[in-house]
């Protein structure tokens, strides 16, 4: 299971969400649920999710427990694997790329060079992913290792701009494209 799917999961559940060494996330108690819902998900009200840039955030030994008890791995592999994913959302983020965390929002780097928080898009479709874990039982394995594959994909964006930035218009790039009127 993805750690970000585990993440909206942990804040609905607790209301609130420590990310070490990037901040606090909270959800207020406007979180609307209803029996006929249930089987179609959680509805979050628009705005309802806040975030406050901490750096100095501690890992959260109940988010461990959390990750762990849902994927099934002791307490050291679940803090290992938290560590990576936060590692990589940083990683993302410092080369002004979007940290993603489905149902929730994303991270990003403002004009200023500030991290902000945008919130998700309603009606974003939370379960989808990819486990590649059984053809990797086979013998396959990537050619690239990730860094140097993010780098060559900047890499090709830079040098192929008359491609894609036709196709990125301003109503494209807005933060929130779903509350214009196209």
Known sequence: MKLSLLFFDYLVQNKELNLQGIGHFSLDETVLKTPEQESEGILIVPGSIRFQLDKKV?????????????????????SSDLDSYIELGKQLININKPFILEGIGLLQKNGQNQLEFVEDRPGHDLRYSLDSSKIKVLGWKPRQNFEEAL????????????????????????????????
């Open 151 to 182: 780098k060559k994909t900047v890499e090709w964006y830079r040098i192929n701009e008359r491609l894609w930035r036709p196709l990125a218009t301003d109503e494209v790039l807005h933060q929130t494209p779903w509350k214009l009127q196209w």
């Open 58 to 78: 501690v890992p959260d030994e109940k988010l461990i427990s959390f990750i762990s008890k849902e994927t099934g791995k002791i307490k050291p592999l679940a």
